[in-house]
């Protein structure tokens, strides 16, 4: 398990970098780095783990060998998460285990209570674990959700933008804004459409 190959997760603002040792079919495993690390952080540690694993260390946004977020975009643990989904769907696997360290396990937690299904072990390294109120443990988990899914979803279709008539531009802001006027739709429309000659 000493040697490790490298790879490359493309992302619509670049790639996440990571490296992965042992047989790809073996049973997969995603390694999450800590706060100002780098996949690098497992390096010591993989060659002493069982060989019939499939490791991946990633490396975060912004971290190691992967792409910066556009400049003035924050990092938050939800778009931590965000990155894991959107590893764990490139690598195509349904299930897999976590291993997190220190930052990497917080976001291993959150993502262990966001998608369940997906995993089949949780291993936390020097972490101070994920807590919520258990009044908030349901509302928070369903628009959290919500959020990732649609993000993906929306970066999976990547369609080139629709051309309305401005009728048909006002009457689909209209329907998906019950609050606007006709009006009130008209003006937004002024600033929040941009004309091409297909429409």
């Not at 931590?80 to 285990?97: M, P």
């Not at 009044?135 to 970066?155: F, G, Q, Y």
Request: aromatic share 10%; proline share 7%; hydrophobic share 45%.
């Amino acid at each position: 398990l000493g040697m490790f190959s490298e790879l490359k997760f493309p992302v619509p603002w670049g790639h996440v970098a990571a490296k992965a040792w042992g047989p790809s079919e073996g049973h997969p495993v995603l390694c999450l780095h800590g706060w100002l690390d780098n996949a690098n952080t497992f390096d010591k540690l993989i060659p002493l783990l069982p060989r019939d694993c499939y490791y991946v260390a990633m490396d975060f946004s912004g971290h190691g060998l992967s792409s910066h977020r556009p400049a003035g975009s924050p990092y938050h643990f939800l778009d931590y998460v965000s990155d894991v989904r959107r590893v764990a769907a490139a690598l195509q696997w349904r299930r897999f285990t976590l291993m997190g360290h220190s930052m990497g396990g917080s976001v291993a937690g959150m993502f262990c209570f966001l998608y369940p299904e997906m995993v089949d072990k949780l291993i936390l390294l020097e972490n101070l674990g994920f807590l919520l109120a258990p009044e908030d443990t349901e509302a928070w988990l369903k628009s959290k959700r919500m959020v990732i899914d649609r993000l993906l979803s929306l970066e999976a279709k990547q369609q080139t933008p629709k051309a309305w008539s401005p009728e048909a531009a006002l009457q689909r802001l209209l329907e998906a804004n019950r609050h606007l006027t006709a009006e009130g739709g008209a003006i937004l429309l002024q600033r929040g459409a941009t004309e091409t000659p297909a429409g």
